[in-house]
T-cell receptor, first 115, second 114 residues
Framework: AQTVTQSQPEMSVQEAETVTLSCTYD???????LFWYKQPPSRQMILVIR??????QNATENRFSVNFQKAAKSFSLKISDSQLGDAAMYFC????????????FGQGTRLTINP | KAGVTQTPRYLIKTRGQQVTLSCSPI?????VSWYQQTPGQGLQFLFE???????NKGNFPGRFSGRQFSNSRSEMNVSTLELGDSALYLC?????????????FGSGTQLSVL
């Protein structure tokens, strides 16, 4: 079974600084998708960024980028120029490329932005 | 386009009762998935429906069930509620349920079992 581990329950960063959230996963499959979701107090899960395992190039979305290390099974999220609106729970998630569409989530990292 | 709508937002029940939660997907989406979120177990997959058929099911007891209607709206039911069923229940929809599709989540139903 696939597992996702986020070893940082909480992180904090000064506004405008850069922060990196860590995620490792375990799978025996070679083709899959990795995601970072943000869950603000409104509780709605919002997709931040997505990475296809077959792509070597790291995904980027504006201030958000990932460092995908397939061999190490590592998938970290870097947030540049942190803003107060970035404060939320961040979840790393895994999904197989074939079969069930279900997401396997990590335990989450609570990110606080200090003004 | 309206997003994924879950009703009610909050619900309080007592042990032994049953509960039904509702999820209306984005218009045109045919796949609906359900997740349970608790502080202890985190986010866990419950089941996925596509075109009124359950395609996948997570490791939950038979007390958890669901269905999908012809308009793609979905309901999940929990019978004989236990204290441990207290959780945020999230619903997500996608167009065709393909693994490369983006999932859109609702804001969830917070269920408290007393």
């Amino acid at each position: 079974a696939q597992t996702v581990t986020q070893s940082q329950p909480e992180m904090s960063v000064q506004e405008a600084e850069t922060v990196t959230l860590s995620c490792t996963y375990d799978t025996s499959e070679s083709d899959y998708y990795l995601f970072w979701y943000k869950q603000p107090p409104s509780r709605q899960m919002i997709l931040v960024i997505r990475q296809e395992a077959y792509k070597q190039q790291n995904a980027t979305e504006n201030r958000f980028s990932v460092n995908f290390q397939k061999a190490a099974k590592s998938f970290s999220l870097k947030i540049s120029d942190s803003q107060l609106g970035d404060a939320a729970m961040y979840f790393c998630a895994y999904r197989r490329a074939q079969g069930a569409q279900k997401l396997v989530f990590g335990q989450g990292t609570r990110l606080t932005i200090n003004p | 386009k309206a997003g994924v709508t879950q009703t009610p937002r909050y619900l309080i029940k007592t042990r032994g009762q049953q509960v039904t939660l509702s999820c209306s997907p984005i218009s045109g989406h045919r796949s609906v998935s359900w997740y349970q979120q608790t502080p202890g177990q985190g986010l866990q997959f419950l089941f996925e429906y596509f075109s009124e058929t359950q395609r996948n099911k997570g490791n939950f007891p038979g007390r958890f069930s669901g269905r999908q209607f012809s308009n793609s709206r979905s309901e999940m039911n929990v019978s004989t509620l236990e204290l441990g069923d207290s959780a945020l229940y999230l619903c997500a929809s996608s167009a065709a349920g393909a693994t490369n599709e983006k999932l859109f989540f609702g804001s969830g139903t917070q269920l408290s079992v007393l």
